[in-house]
């Protein structure tokens, strides 16, 4: 049966990573960001090819994300970057995961369970330097510091924060957070914690402020080939990973003035044919690309017409007359020298391309190619 799958191009991914390695050079260590299925990408696949390439450390959501990885295998340092609930800390100790911290009650339980079992835990503090959302407020970051010092059982790897807005023009607010960063650490130093991996970059950070490396730099979308905006700086060429292909389900020739999906929202002007696409909003292409999209088929672009539905969307291939039944088509990614990328959608939809690659990335069928993994 015709269906949609996605391709996952795992040369393209340790291209990524290596034009990380090449800004970061070898002083700071890269924590790849894998959360949410490695943005659509395929987490497994996707932490398997980056701990081939040597990356130090994995960064993940929740501990199920963790644990899922280390039943795969994959030996890597986990942070868990949204921290943990208390009835995970057993299974933060049993596959030796490294949580956040920024609750003095957690800091409390980890540091009784770590006693309990005789284990220490290994935390990196979180702190808000700004943003407004995760992470102890800077201001009260000195005391947070003075208790989890005076608790036993808690090993305090690192510290990091991050950048509300590292990928506008205007780098202001991300000095401002740096600089809040870097007195933290004085600070730190004071009472005699120090930490491992201080952390703060992010994929804009990386591409736009060397400043901000430090000891460990965090990439997400950079890996997977997008760019964290329109807006940066010094942008780096980098390789989209994921390609989103479905085939032609059905090709039909329609008289003009013939209305074509629900609503009747697009009539024809002329004799046209249109080809329908076994793919629909269910499968993360956006009802807001009704009469809006492109595909790519016979290397050529083809418009979406009429709406899209749960698991159809139609397109007008009238200019294009040789498509036949079952021709590949391309929602997202490359074919012949034609491009449709994440950025194009996002800017058609509203959004930005971290949420192209979440959305598709929800399709079951995914395809790994290149992998260097034995
Ligand atoms: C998701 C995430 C990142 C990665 O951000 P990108 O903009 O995708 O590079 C880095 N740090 C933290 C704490 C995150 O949650």
Excluded at 256 to 268: I, N, Q, R, W
């Amino acid at each position: 049966m015709v269906g949609s799958t996605i391709e996952i191009d795992l040369e393209a991914l340790r291209y990524n990573f290596s034009q990380v390695r090449k800004l970061v050079g070898q002083t700071a260590a890269i924590l790849g960001v894998v959360k949410s299925d490695a943005y659509g990408h395929g987490m497994v696949s996707v932490a398997r090819e980056l701990e081939n390439q040597g990356v130090e450390y994995l960064g993940v959501s929740t501990s199920r994300e963790a644990m899922t990885l280390r039943q795969e295998g994959v030996s890597s340092p986990i942070l868990l970057l949204l921290g943990i609930e208390k009835d995970e800390i057993t299974d933060v100790i049993h596959h030796g995961l490294t949580p956040v911290l920024y609750r003095s009650d957690f800091a409390r339980e980890l540091s009784s369970a770590a006693l309990a079992a005789d284990t220490p835990i290994p935390v990196h503090l979180k702190i808000d330097t700004g943003m407004g959302r995760l992470g102890v407020p800077y201001r009260e970051a000195k005391d947070f510091f003075e208790l989890v010092q005076s608790l036993d059982g808690i090993r305090v790897e690192g510290l990091l924060s991050h950048f509300a807005s590292a990928d506008e023009h205007d780098k202001s607010f991300s000095s401002q957070q740096l600089e809040r960063f870097r007195q933290l650490l004085i600070q730190a130093e004071n009472i005699g914690l120090n930490f491992r991996y201080a952390h703060m970059a992010n994929s804009a950070g990386i591409i736009d402020l060397p400043d901000s490396y430090l000891q460990l730099v965090r990439p997400g979308i950079m890996l997977y080939g997008g760019l964290p905006s329109q807006e940066l700086h010094r942008p780096v060429p980098l390789k989209p990973v994921m390609t989103l292909k479905t085939r032609v389900l059905q090709l039909k020739e329609v008289p003009a003035d013939s209305p074509v999906g629900y609503g009747c929202t697009y009539l024809t002007s002329r004799p046209s044919r249109i080809a329908t696409l076994p793919i629909g909003y269910d499968d993360g292409y956006d009802r807001l690309l009704s009469n809006k999209g492109e595909v790519l088929v016979r290397n050529r672009r083809a418009p979406v017409v009429g709406r899209v539905s749960m698991c159809l969307t139609t397109v007008d291939v009238t200019d294009i007359p040789e498509v036949q039944p079952d021709d590949e088509v391309v929602l997202l990614g490359k074919q012949g020298d034609q491009e449709i990328t994440a950025d194009e959608i996002a800017a058609k939809t509203g959004t930005i391309n971290y949420e192209i690659f979440c959305n598709f990335g929800g399709l079951r069928k995914k395809h790994f190619l290149n992998s260097s993994v034995p």
